[in-house]
């Protein structure tokens, strides 16, 4: 961060000293009679400055959101899988890998999005009921070909789960980076003092402008930090996809039959 502050210092008398030496030897005629136009021209550069670190972050934190939300959806897909997969499976494994699969996807949309809000990372309970439902889809035990298929499709299923759900944590832990945020507040701080280098008169209008034009910086700042937590910020990602799966696995158990449909 010191390197980072130095080249900013560096830079501004860099361009402080090609103004002033530049100042002496161009032609007189090239002179204003006043500071107006350098100061429209800062304002200028701070605007579209605040404007593109704006637009930057924004387009960072939506791929991110949408990233996240995708984990998600190839996370209940796998599980449906793996319900499926079992409910074809000899008893008691199609009761037992059913069970857990279906307790897990309800410890993830009730305790384990908690645990990602408040905490940034996944739940180690949860990660448990996970792990159980591999030992139970591991131990079946069979020489019938038609249900080592199965077996292998819901291992094959599970692997696409845990995948999904090592995704989910790094998306649970996500922050947006620390220089974007500094970028972020250098452009605010630049926007509001530059309300003071334009020399606008205070009047009451001058006065009730400004406000706005602070509410408005604020709202950007706000969605900003509301955006940079996918699952407990202002735009936090749904739990559809597992909702859904729970759904399915119901319709699964109720038909007897195979089953699937998650949103793509």
């Known amino acids: 961060m010191a390197l980072q502050l130095g080249m900013l210092v560096l830079?501004?008398?860099?361009?402080?000293?090609?103004?002033?030496?530049?100042?002496?030897?161009?032609?007189?005629?090239?002179?204003?009679?006043?500071?107006?136009?350098?100061?429209?021209?800062?304002?200028?550069l701070v605007n579209m400055f605040f404007a593109a670190i704006v637009a930057f972050i924004v387009v960072i934190l939506w791929q991110q959101y949408d990233d996240t939300h995708a984990h998600t959806i190839a996370e209940g897909k796998a599980l449906t899988t793996v319900y499926e997969a079992a409910n074809t499976l000899p008893e008691p494994s199609r009761s037992q890998i059913q069970s857990l699969t279906r307790a897990y996807t309800e410890e993830v949309v009730g305790q384990e999005w908690k645990v990602m809000a408040n905490d940034s990372k996944l739940s180690q309970p949860t990660q448990d009921t996970f792990d159980n439902i591999r030992a139970a889809v591991s131990?079946?035990?069979?020489?019938?070909?038609?249900?080592?298929?199965?077996?292998?499709?819901?291992?094959?299923?599970?692997?696409?789960?845990?995948?999904?759900?090592?995704?989910?944590?790094?998306?649970?832990?996500?922050?947006?980076?620390?220089?974007?945020?500094?970028?972020?507040?250098?452009?605010?701080?630049?926007?509001?003092?530059?309300?003071?280098?334009?020399?606008?008169?205070?009047?009451?209008?001058s006065v009730i402008m400004t406000g706005l034009f602070g509410m408005v910086i604020g709202a950007v700042i706000v969605a900003v930090y509301q955006l940079d937590r996918p699952f407990a910020g202002g735009n936090t990602v749904s739990k559809d996809?597992?909702?859904?799966?729970?759904?399915?696995?119901q319709h699964i158990t109720a038909s007897g039959a195979p089953s699937s449909g998650l949103p793509r």
């Open 139 to 205: 131990g079946v035990q069979s020489t019938d070909p038609d249900v080592k298929d199965l077996q292998s499709k819901a291992d094959a299923a599970l692997d696409a789960a845990a995948e999904a759900r090592y995704d989910r944590g790094i998306d649970a832990e996500y922050h947006l980076p620390t220089f974007l945020y500094v970028a972020l507040w250098f452009g605010t701080v630049m926007l509001l003092i530059g309300t003071v280098l334009s020399g606008v008169v205070v009047t009451r209008r």
């Open 11 to 44: 830079f501004a008398v860099v361009a402080v000293v090609v103004f002033v030496v530049g100042d002496r030897i161009r032609p007189k005629s090239w002179r204003h009679g006043d500071d107006k136009a350098a100061g429209n021209m800062v304002l200028d």
């Open 241 to 249: 996809a597992f909702e859904l799966a729970l759904s399915r696995f």
